[in-house]
Each structure stands twice: as C-alpha cells, then as structure tokens.
C-alpha cells in the first residue's frame, strides 16, 4: 500500500511546485503552462523547448513529463531543492550579456536550440567558478554542474546565512536577513479627490508592514525613502500598494503590486560575500504578463552591496507606475 501511495505522493509534490507562480511559464522560452521538466536542472520547460533538451542528452538534461512520467523521490527532491525557474534562471541566467536575449514562445527552432545550448550546456551565462570546464566522465558534467550550484548555496545559507529565530507576534519565526526598500517616486499616479491625491506607498511581507510618509496633493510624488523588512526563512512576494490619505474617511486605493523577491535573494545566497566581487550582474527578475513589471529587473553587486533596482506598473487602477530599488543586507551586518 505504501508503494503504491508514493508515486501518488510524489506526484502532489510536483504540482504544489508547479503552482509557484514563477514556474506556470517555461524557463527558456516563457510560454505559459509547461508541462515538461528537467529533472537534474532543476526547471519547468514547454514542449518546444523541450524537444532542445532531450536533444543534448541525459548526461546535460533529464527530462520528465509532469502528468505522464514516474519520478523516483530523488529526482523530485532535486527539482524542490532547486527551487523552481526563478531560482535556477537566477543562477543560469546570471550573466545574460546585453543583446542577448532569451527566445520567445514562438521562436524558431534554430534560435530556440541555440539560446538553451548555450545556456546549459556551454554555461555562457553562469557566474565564472560555477562553469565546469572538463569532467571525466561524460555522464557526470550536469550532476558535478548541479553538485557544485546547490553547494554553493548551501554553503552560503550556512555560513554567512544562518537564520536568527526572533520572537513575534507570530509566535518564533526564522529570519535569514534583511530588506532594504527605497522608494523613490510614483509618476502619473490615479486622482483619489478632486484634482489630485495624497499618496503613500504600504508594504507587506507576512504579519510585517512598512510606511511612507504622505505627500500631500501630487500625482508625481518623490520620496527617497528607506523602509526594511525582515525577511523570514519561509517568505513570499512582498505586497505593495498605493493608497490615497483621507482625514475623514477610509484611504482610498491607488493601485498594487507584487514584488518577487525570490530572484534577488537567491542571488545573493549563492555568491555570498558580496564585498568579495567587484560590480556586476548576477540575477534578473525577467518581466511577463504574469508580473507588473515595466521592464526586466536585473540583481547587481554594486560597491560590495546586491541590489536591485525595480520599476512597476501598478494594477487594478487606471494609471500610475512606480520607481524603487531593493538591497539585500545579511544577518551579520
């Protein structure tokens, strides 16, 4: 009975990963729904780019049908402890050069193979001491690639990440650092009163909220304010809205957003002491309908420090955008 229950298990445990929000559309290309993964890589992937990962073999790509295939609960623990296509994109495509960009759902074949090529088998976009440059054994590049990433974040999580479990209102959490928000400014934000409005920006991660100041009557409000966020061990999307400040009545809503947080914090665990690299990209937050992003959102180390700078279309009002930039700052600082 026991046997038979775990496939059936195994099976919930692929869809609860399914349903991240980051993997309902294919890693390389981003065509929505995919159904196909690669086991030892870690990613969700469409039929089409599917077809290019069998292509490269085993020894590079494992691939597996969501819905048709068996899974051995090793090759399922591996996909979980990858974490899905934000995390392994983040590594993957850490080093995406400009000009280079990734194929769209209906790229052609030739575009398609090349840019996955590239990727996984020539490591072209991985950071530099994660490469593999040779190995003995043919069948061991992709497992001594994949060996060589999760140690690498488990290495960082456990040294220089080490979580700090803190007494809140929510009973001990863990956290494992601390989120630097600066606002800098909302353009063409919606009317709330008679002519203008008062806006003022609300961030969410969990039980945590976080405040700007007001500024009275403008539609193009700056802030240039810095609010943090302690990020807990088990975090989401960090919940931003807009409001519309009101003396007598209840604030009004201007708009929202989710920001992802995954991209620019597994980048940070996986290079570790950021002071040690000089300036350079190492994650991105690519834009999809799926996600308010007005353009795709790259994670950088600038002066010792990983940042990324994020700028939003807020939904579920008529207009308005909004200009901020993230610093993950950790636990030992």
């Not at 196909?36 to 494992?62: D, E, M, P, Q, Y």
Request: hydrophobic share 35%; with cysteine; aromatic share 6%.
């Amino acid at each position: 009975m026991s046997q038979l229950g775990r496939p059936t298990s195994g099976k919930r445990r692929l869809k609860d990963l399914l349903v991240q929000r980051d993997n309902h559309f294919c890693a390389d290309c981003g065509a929505p729904d995919p159904k196909w993964a690669s086991a030892n890589i870690g990613v969700f992937i469409c039929l089409k780019c599917c077809g290019v990962h069998r292509s490269l073999g085993t020894h590079i790509s494992k691939v597996l049908s969501v819905t048709l295939d068996e899974w051995s609960d090793d090759e399922i623990d591996a996909l979980i402890e990858v974490g899905g296509n934000a995390c392994a994109n983040s590594i993957y495509e850490a080093y995406l050069p400009e000009g280079v960009s990734k194929p769209r759902p209906d790229a052609s074949h030739e575009d398609r193979s090349k840019f996955i090529r590239s990727k996984y088998e020539l490591q072209e976009f991985l950071k530099p001491s994660l490469r593999i440059t040779s190995t003995s054994k043919k069948g061991s590049l992709q497992s001594s690639l994949s060996k060589k990433i999760m140690d690498n974040f488990r290495s960082s999580s456990s040294s220089s990440q080490q979580p700090v479990t803190i007494q809140s209102q929510e009973g001990m959490v863990e956290f494992i650092g601390v989120l630097k928000i600066t606002i800098f400014k909302g353009t063409n934000l919606a009317v709330r009163d008679m002519l203008s409005s008062d806006p003022y920006v609300l961030l969410t991660l969990g039980k945590q909220k976080a405040q700007t100041a007001v500024v009275k009557s403008n539609l193009n409000p700056v802030w240039h304010e810095e609010l943090m966020l302690s990020v807990p061990q088990d975090f989401g999307a960090i919940k931003l809205q807009v409001f519309d400040h009101d003396t007598f009545s209840a604030d009004d809503i201007m708009g929202e957003a989710h920001i992802d947080i995954q991209p620019l914090i597994t980048s940070a665990m996986a290079f570790g002491d950021a002071g040690m690299f000089g300036n350079m990209q190492i994650g991105k937050w690519l834009k999809s309908h799926d996600n308010a992003l007005i353009d795709d959102s790259t994670v950088n180390i600038v002066d010792g420090k990983v940042k990324q700078a994020v700028s939003l279309k807020l939904q579920n009002v008529e207009s308005g955008e909004l200009d901020l930039e993230l610093e993950w700052i950790p636990l030992e600082q």
